[in-house]
């Protein structure tokens, strides 16, 4: 923590406080006023969301431990505060190098993604204590070839590696779900689990898949007819996994003694805990509570983290021009990787203008009371992206500031 009280646990849920409160204009007022003596654009970070929401995780998850999806966090201090938690069973991180420099605190890391950072490599094979605790990703004996390629297995200590199972539904549709591994079938998991235990410098310690088309797609959009269909899909996708995944897991175990399988994420808790083969689920963006994620049945996230900015001119009585804003979330490129203004209620993005990198103009009967200098506050649409606008966030707990906490970009780190 930095300028401010320390924090090494996240707060209780005040009694009587549910999610819907959380939600509420009240919930935006207190953020305002607990940050309105720092300049805008700024980051905020409610502690007590980040609580509702944690003990939502847990409850979903129904006992199966979480790992911590680096990738929507990137501020250490909350890492560390979670790290601390009985529920959590280590980091699923974005980057070999985000791994390596993280390797000084935390003892189980898993890289959630194929790595091709030959610097990475060879500073993984120089640090023992980094390499007994990061495991790199695999999906094909080509990624083991580019390894060698950059360190020669004679001069490092065995690379931990898991295998990533792809996860995506193959029905009448067609490939439901986002293209990644070309693991797909559990023969393919157990030919490529032979690949690696039969050459020397890689050790094969676990398995992963992340199936997105359902903990990644809210199954309550707008559109009823579609939640319908979408919500089917998802319940044939849920138990093609499960049969597909426990047979890939029983066969790659007879080849070499896996510590974990990795499964899941935020939207799947529910399905994902139900499968016995996996040890640990993913979830990072459920403790933030960006509005990607207000679109399932199962659950509503608090608003966690916000962004505020600053009115700085007024082009008519119901338009405010504020200054930056164009922190669009990745991903297909449709409206609702925009932003979503939240407090004052009522503003809207201009058609032709929307989220712009230095001014962001807004619509709306709220505009009329605003004057320059005051603020509009945000919700991103994905949590982690935020902080990459921004060094720290401002910490609030009880409706005061309770400090600050660097981000990953705070502290220097650009890693993708």
């Known amino acids: 923590m930095h300028n401010g009280v320390m924090v090494d646990s996240l707060p209780a849920v005040p009694d009587g406080v549910a999610v819907a409160d959380l939600r509420s204009a009240s919930h935006w007022r207190a953020m305002q006023a607990a940050t309105a003596q720092f300049s805008a654009p700024l980051v905020s970070l409610s502690l007590d969301a980040v609580a509702a929401n944690a003990a939502s995780l847990r409850k979903r998850a129904a006992g199966r431990p979480i790992r ?24 699923l991180a974005f980057s070999l190098a985000e791994a390596i420099w993280l390797s000084d605190e935390f003892a189980d890391i898993l890289v959630a993604y194929p790595q091709t950072d030959r610097d990475a490599y060879r500073a993984l094979a120089d640090d023992e204590r980094a390499a007994s605790r990061v495991t790199v990703m695999i999906d094909s004996v080509e990624q083991l070839d580019f390894i060698d390629a950059a360190v020669d297995p004679a001069d490092r200590p065995d690379i931990r590696v898991a295998i990533d199972l792809d996860a995506s539904w193959r029905g009448p549709l067609g490939h439901v779900g986002v293209f990644r591994s070309p693991v797909h079938g559990p023969q393919q998991a157990r030919l490529l689990a032979e690949s690696i235990v039969a050459r020397d410098g890689f ?21 009823p007819v579609y939640g319908k269909l979408l919500r089917r899909v998802q319940a044939r996708s849920v138990h093609e996994l499960a049969e597909r995944r426990a047979e890939a897991v029983q066969l790659v175990r007879e080849v070499a003694d896996l510590e974990f399988v990795n499964g899941g994420g935020t939207g799947s808790l529910e399905s994902t805990s139900l499968e016995d083969v996996v040890t640990d689920i993913a979830a990072g963006s459920g403790l933030f509570g960006p509005h990607l994620f207000d679109h399932y049945t199962k659950f509503t996230p608090a608003p966690a983290i916000g962004f505020a900015l600053d009115v700085v001119r007024k082009p008519s009585s119901d338009i405010v021009t504020c200054f930056g804003g164009g922190w669009i979330a990745s991903g297909p490129a449709a409206r609702d990787r925009l932003p979503e203004p939240v407090y004052p209620a009522g503003l809207q993005y201009l058609p032709r203008e929307g989220a712009g990198e230095v001014q962001t103009p807004l619509r709306g009967p709220a505009a009329a009371a605003l004057q320059v200098g005051d603020r509009v506050w945000f919700r991103p649409t994905k949590s982690g992206e935020a902080c990459e606008h921004a060094n720290r966030v401002h910490t609030v707990a009880g409706g005061e500031w309770s400090g600050d906490m660097l981000t990953y970009r705070g502290e220097g780190k650009v890693f993708v």
């Open 68 to 91: 911590v999806a680096t990738k929507s966090i990137r501020i250490r201090d909350v890492l560390r505060i979670l790290d601390r938690e009985s529920w959590t069973q280590g980091l």
């Open 203 to 223: 050790r094969l310690v676990g398995l992963m898949s992340y199936e997105a088309q359902i903990a990644g797609v809210g199954d309550s959009p707008s559109n």
